[in-house]
């Protein structure tokens, strides 16, 4: 009796978040075709999933950016570790660019409203007051006012400060260090059980929005996601055509040849869902691409933590997809405010689970644009993670065959040392 109890609750709870996503969706779609504006008495369900993304996401943030930090020796990462992280942030920037301008251009969600949802256009924060907010007046208050930068701000002084502590060369304070970071640990452990709880109830939710919605506006609603996922994909096109493609060739890769041999991994990355799942493969696969042992071994476990291309380029379009929702006119200054925003938090959460949707939640709110909109877009987000993450590792593996300093040195060594055989033989060859 027991097992026939708790089987199909097993079989809900293992079942992959992606595939109960869809099918909360779909059936969200179906109930909505049946009952029409009836659909409508779920909503509340929808909005408790709302509720429930805007009490976790400022806590998951903050401790995933903290440890992401304070695992690194800073002192020791020299100058490939700073030309990796101008290569993420670079690589990040440009994708919610093209995430922002496509949706500019194809303005998904045009028409589309939602339901018994009344937003006034928020005040979107000038970029200079972005600045002056980066460093809050008090700990407490950025806390409990949400302002999001401050609090990455103070995730990432607090990383640092911990780092140092535990790479320090003082046995106490190695000890205090690791400590500290035992204590964030495991407060981030305890913040992830809270969130997969929230993702087993996240089906439901979705489901609720998704039939309230179309239980008012049938299948306009249904298009206008389709039109949203194109022109994801062609923002996925664009940087791995355009953008990934150039990088590699300023490097001096064959591009045809590199993509060929780490095929596997992104293809391995599209179907699984999983940057850190596909890290041995990435890592196998960036091998075969010509980059050092070493290299790959530092530069992909964090790529697999701090690079989120995929998810910047779902910020800058969703971010403009619930605008268009909105009826809300963004200044030029507004989108180099997304822009900076959108890099800064893809680049420190592309770790955490679900975090296209964790992160997206806050800067909604940020914004005050309306979180249902991440609930539309969950309905989606098992073909959107897909391609972000198969974008992400290739990103990642480019990214280490672009800052390969130690094969330039051994390519160099080599053609140093064929000129010397060369000079060497050079008289033998006269006097023959």
């Known amino acids: 009796m027991t097992f026939s109890t708790l089987s199909p609750w097993k079989t809900y709870r293992d079942t992959p978040l992606v595939l109960k996503m869809a099918t909360g969706f779909l059936l969200g779609i179906a109930a909505a075709l049946v009952f029409r504006e009836q659909a409508t008495l779920v909503k509340p369900l929808g909005t408790l999933l709302i509720h429930l993304l805007s009490l976790i996401a400022i806590p ?132 992830y059980r809270i969130l997969n709880g929230i993702l087993l109830y996240a089906p439901i939710g979705v489901f609720a929005i998704s039939a309230s919605t179309f239980g008012n506006q049938g299948l306009e609603t249904l298009k206008s996601l389709l039109y949203f996922t194109g022109v994801f994909y062609l923002g996925l096109a664009i940087l791995w055509g355009l953008v990934y493609t150039s990088f590699l060739a300023l490097s001096k890769h064959s591009v045809v040849a590199f993509f060929k041999n780490i095929r596997e991994a992104f293809t391995t990355a599209f179907f699984t869902s999983s940057s850190i799942a596909t890290l041995p493969i990435a890592i196998k696969a960036a091998r075969k691409a010509g980059v050092s042992d070493k290299t790959a071994n530092f530069t992909l476990p964090l790529g697999a933590i701090f690079n989120s291309d995929g998810g910047a380029l779902r910020m800058g379009v969703s971010l403009v997809f619930a605008a268009n929702i909105t009826g809300l006119d963004l200044s030029f200054s507004s989108f180099v405010v997304i822009v900076v925003i959108g890099t800064l938090l893809s680049v420190g959460t592309a770790g955490v689970p679900a975090a296209g949707l964790v992160t997206l939640s806050a800067v909604l709110g940020m914004f005050g644009l309306p979180l249902e909109v991440v609930a539309l877009i969950a309905g989606v987000d098992a073909l959107i993670g897909m391609g972000g993450t198969a974008l992400n590792v290739t990103g990642d593996i480019v990214g280490a065959a672009v800052v390969d300093d130690e094969k330039d040195e051994e390519q160099s060594a080599a053609r140093h040392h064929r000129a010397g055989k060369q000079e060497a033989a050079g008289p033998q060859l006269l006097s023959d």
Do not use: C, W
């Open 60 to 191: 998951v943030i903050f401790l995933t950016v903290v440890l992401a930090v304070s695992r690194m020796n800073l002192p020791q990462l020299g100058k490939m570790g700073g030309k990796l992280l101008l290569y993420y942030l670079t690589t990040t920037a440009i994708a919610v660019l093209i995430g922002v301008s496509l949706a500019l251009f194809f303005s998904p969600g045009d028409g589309l409203s939602l339901p018994d949802t009344s937003v006034e256009k928020p005040d979107i924060p000038h970029f200079s007051d972005i600045l002056l907010q980066v460093v809050p007046r008090n700990l407490f208050a950025a806390f409990t006012s949400g302002e999001l930068m401050a609090i990455l701000f103070i995730a990432i002084i607090s990383g640092m400060a911990v780092s140092t502590m535990r790479f320090s060369d003082d046995a106490n304070r190695r000890d205090q260090g690791a400590l500290v970071e035992r204590f964030f640990a495991a407060m981030n452990e305890m913040f």
